[in-house]
């Protein structure tokens, strides 16, 4: 069906060994469904979790920078050299500057890594997509982690930036993200134009995020 990509951000719920049964899981129910599930743990629970677990691993964050003299900084061969498949670019809890978009989506397309480019409205997703990433997921700052659903809440947004981006490059493909977490608001978001969703709390945040998963990708 479509892509799914868990950011587990910096919950307690998605970090440590929270973070190593949330990925278990996923692996599992990627098992059962023909959508492609990815995860975005954070970085000091990556290595741990890409032994255990057979799912592709993204990070959440990385930086527009070269090897050197930088402090507390992630520089994009970093991701390769331990395996990651991509990383979000851009998050809104996150965000980059133009020519740093620039330069990792640059980076990502000679190191071979997935990226995916976050974006807060019509007129930026346009921007990102006019340097060629792999995806771009648009996502309404004001919806996330609102537990109400861009693809039902703002469908147009969703729709108009699927439309923007054929426009400018019919290569990148689109994903929505803010307040997803049922199978109803990915399979409408699927119905607009996108490839997928990106989400966080709907899951990692869940109860039961087993029980949330197997809802969301229709298998309750
Ligand atoms: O990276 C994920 C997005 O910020 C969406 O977060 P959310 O699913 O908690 O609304």
């Keep these: 069906m479509g892509?799914?990509?868990i950011n587990f951000k910096a919950?307690?719920?998605?970090?440590g060994k929270k973070a190593l049964e949330l990925a278990k899981i996923v692996e599992e129910i990627s098992s059962k469904v023909d959508d492609y599930i990815a995860i975005a743990p954070n970085f000091l629970d990556m290595s741990e979790i890409m032994k255990a677990v057979d799912v592709d691993v993204y990070a959440q964050h990385v930086d527009a920078i070269e090897y050197g003299s930088h402090t507390g900084r992630i520089v994009?061969?970093?991701?390769?050299?331990?395996?990651?498949?991509g990383s979000l670019i851009n998050h809104s809890e996150r965000r980059l500057k133009l020519a740093d978009?620039?330069?990792?989506i640059e980076k990502f397309r000679n190191l071979g890594l997935t990226s995916i480019v976050c974006t807060n409205n019509?007129?930026?997703?346009?921007?990102?997509?006019?340097l060629g990433p792999d995806f771009v997921a648009i996502e309404p700052p004001e919806l996330i982690g609102?537990?109400?659903?861009?693809?039902?809440?703002?469908?147009?947004?969703?729709?108009?930036?699927?439309?923007a981006v054929k426009k400018v490059n019919?290569?990148?493909?689109?994903?929505?993200g803010a307040?997803?977490?049922?199978?109803?608001?990915?399979?409408?978001?699927?119905?607009?134009?996108?490839?997928?969703?990106?989400?966080?709390?709907?899951?990692?945040?869940a109860k039961d995020p087993r029980f949330a998963l197997e809802e969301l990708v229709g298998l309750k």
């Design 3 to 5: 892509i799914i990509v």
């Design 11 to 15: 919950y307690k719920e998605g970090s």
């Design 76 to 85: 994009p061969e970093m991701l390769k050299d331990i395996g990651l498949k």
């Design 101 to 104: 978009i620039d330069f990792v």
């Design 122 to 130: 019509v007129a930026t997703t346009a921007a990102a997509a006019a």
């Design 146 to 163: 609102s537990g109400i659903p861009v693809s039902k809440a703002d469908p147009e947004i969703v729709r108009n930036s699927v439309e």
């Design 170 to 176: 019919s290569n990148v493909k689109v994903l929505c």
């Design 179 to 205: 307040g997803i977490s049922k199978h109803e608001d990915y399979v409408t978001a699927l119905d607009l134009g996108t490839e997928g969703v990106l989400l966080a709390s709907g899951i990692v945040k």
